[in-house]
C-alpha cells in the first residue's frame, strides 16, 4: 500500500469521530491566533513606552499573563482531546484487527511467525497512535501557525520578514534531508524491533529445549546480534536529530543577526518592531522545529500503518459456509480421490485418498510420521480446504455445512494439549458461562477424573500457567479429555493424544474412552499400537496414501507395513 493510499485510510478512520476530530483543528485554530497577539502587544507597548502610564503597561503585563494562561489552557485541551481520539481510534483498529487475524486460514500462521504478529497488533499499533495523536492535528496546527506568522511578519515590516525567510530555503532542505535520513533509520528500526520480538517469543516457548541441549551461549550470542542491530538502528535516528537541532539553533542565530543587522540599516524602525520580529523568529522556528520532529514521527506511525493494514488486507479465504447444520452423524465420513498439498504446491502431502470412516465406530490411523495422518483428520475439521476430491458427511459435501455446526460436532484431542492461563472451569468449558461448575463436575466424575482435580489447591478453581506449566503432561491430556467430552461432539479426534502419558494414565483413559465413544465416531491417530487394538478398523499411511485397512487381527495375518510397525514394538523391546 502507497504512502497516499495509507494516508486516506488514516482521513477516513479520522473522520468516524467528527465531534473530536474538528474540536482539535478548530483550538489549534484559536491557539495559532491566540499565540500571535503576545508579540503584537509587545510591539506596541515598547512603541509606546514613553506615552503609557504605569497602570496602562501593568494592564499589558497582566493581559499577557492572561494570554499565555489561556493559552496554556487551549494547548492542555487540544493535547487532551488528542490523545482521547487516538485512543478510541486505537482500539477499535486493533479490535479488527485481532478479528481479522482470528479468521485468517490456518496456512498463514504456518508461514508467519508469531511474534511478528504480536509485533502488528501491540508495538504497530501503538506507532499508529502517534499519527492520530501527534499527527494530522498537531501538522496541521504548526503549519498554519507558520502561515499566520509570516503574514502578520509581512503587515509589519515587509523588508524584516524577507531578512528571516533568507536562510528558509537552508532550513528546508534540512529539513527534507532529516525527514528522508530518519525514515529510513525508523524503518530498520521497526524491523529490528520485529525480529526481537519474534526471537525473544520463540525462545521463551522453548526454552526447556534450549537448556536441556545447553544452549544458553549459542542463543545469547543470537540475541546480542539482533539486539545490537536495533541499538544500531536507534543510534542512527539519534544522530540524525543531534546534527539536525543544533543546525536549527544556528539558523536561528542568524536569522536574529540578520534581523538586527537590517533593523540598523532602515529608516524609522522602532525598537517595538526589533522586538516584535526577534520574538517572532523565535515563534516561527519553534513550530518548524516541531514540524520536522511531528513529520519524523508521522513516519514512523506510516510505516507502522503500512505494516498493520497489510496484515489487515491478509486474503481470507472465502470458504464455502454452507447453510446445513450438521445435528449428528448417521453414516460416516467418506474421502473419494482427495489430493492435498500445503502453500508450496509442489509435493502432495495427501494423494488418492479413498477411505470410509463410518458412524459411532472408532477408526485408528497408524504410519510412520509424516504420513500424512495429522492432515487427514485437519481436513474433516475444514482447517484446509482439499485441492481435489471429495469430502462427504452423510453423503452430503463437507463445504455444504456451515463451518460453525461442523467444527460443533467434533472435538480433537491433540498430543500437547493447549491450555489457557485460567481455571480449571474456564479452561474446560471455553469461558462459556453457560456450562455450569457442577455440569462439569458430574462430567469430571463420570470419566474418572474428578479425584485428581480435587487434590488440586482450590480444586476446580485452580490456576493453570501458561501452557500448563504446572501440571504434567498426563494431567493436561485429562483436562483436555474434559474439555472435549463437556461439549458433547458426536465426532472424536484423538491426534497422539496418549503419546506422552504414562501406563498408569493410559489406562484410565482407556477405560474412559469406552464411555466417552459410546454412540459416536472416533478417529485415532497413535504410534502405540496398544491403544489402538479395540478399533473397529485401522488405515495404515505411507507417504501420503493409504497402503492398508483393516481390524488389528486381520492386518497382523496379511499386511506389510502393519505388521513391521507392531514387530517394531513388540518383538523388538
Known sequence: MKNKNIILKLLSELSLYPKWFYSAIIITLIISTVSIVRPLIVNHVLNKVNFLSINSITNFGLSLITLMLFESLLQYINSLISVILGQKL?????????????????????????????????????????????????????????IVFIGVMFYINAQLTIAVLIVMPVLLLSVWLFKNGVQKSF????????????????????????????????????????????????????????IFFPILELLLSIAIALVIYNSSLLPNVLLGEITFFIMMTQMLFRPLRMLADQLNTFQMGLIAAKRVYALMEEHIPQINQGKRILQGLNKGIEFKEVDFYYQDKKNKVLSNINLFIPANKVTAVVGQTGAGKTTLVNLICRLYDIHYGKILIDNIPIQDYSLDSLRYQIAMVLQDPHLFNASILDNVRMFNPEISKQQIQNTAEEIGIHDFIMQLPDD????????????????????????????????????EATA??????????????????????????????????????????????????????????????????????????
Open 460 to 495: 476446580y478453581n485452580y490456576i493453570i500457567q501458561e501452557r500448563g506449566a504446572n501440571l504434567s503432561a498426563g494431567q493436561k491430556q485429562l483436562i483436555a479429555f474434559l474439555r472435549a467430552y463437556i461439549h458433547q461432539p458426536q465426532i472424536f479426534i484423538f491426534d
Open 500 to 573: 506422552m502419558i504414562d501406563s498408569h494414565t493410559e489406562q484410565l483413559i482407556q477405560n474412559t474412552l469406552k464411555k466417552i465413544l459410546l454412540h459416536r465416531t472416533a478417529i485415532i491417530i497413535a504410534h502405540r499400537l496398544s491403544t489402538i487394538q479395540m478399533a473397529d478398523q485401522i488405515i495404515v499411511m505411507h507417504n501420503g496414501q493409504i497402503v492398508e485397512k483393516g481390524t488389528h487381527s486381520e492386518l497382523i495375518q496379511l499386511s506389510k507395513y502393519y505388521k513391521e510397525i507392531y514387530k517394531a514394538q513388540f518383538e523388538l523391546v
Open 90 to 146: 486505537i482500539l477499535k483498529t486493533r479490535k479488527e484487527l485481532f478479528h481479522h487475524v482470528l479468521n485468517l486460514p490456518t496456512s498463514y500462521f504456518d508461514k508467519t511467525p508469531i511474534g511478528t504478529i504480536v509485533t502488528r497488533i501491540i508495538s504497530d499499533m501503538e506507532a499508529m497512535n502517534d499519527i492520530f495523536s501527534d499527527g494530522f492535528t498537531t501538522i496541521l496546527g504548526s503549519i498554519i501557525t507558520i
Open 187 to 242: 524503518i530498520r528500526v521497526r524491523n529490528a524491533v520485529a525480529d526481537l520480538n519474534r526471537f525473544t517469543q520463540e525462545r521463551l516457548v522453548g526454552m526447556g529445549i534450549i537448556q536441556q541441549l545447553n544452549a544458553e551461549d549459542k542463543e545469547l550470542e543470537k540475541f546480542k546480534l539482533l539486539n545490537k542491530q536495533h541499538r544500531d538502528a536507534h543510534i542512527q535516528s539519534i544522530w540524525y536529530y543531534s
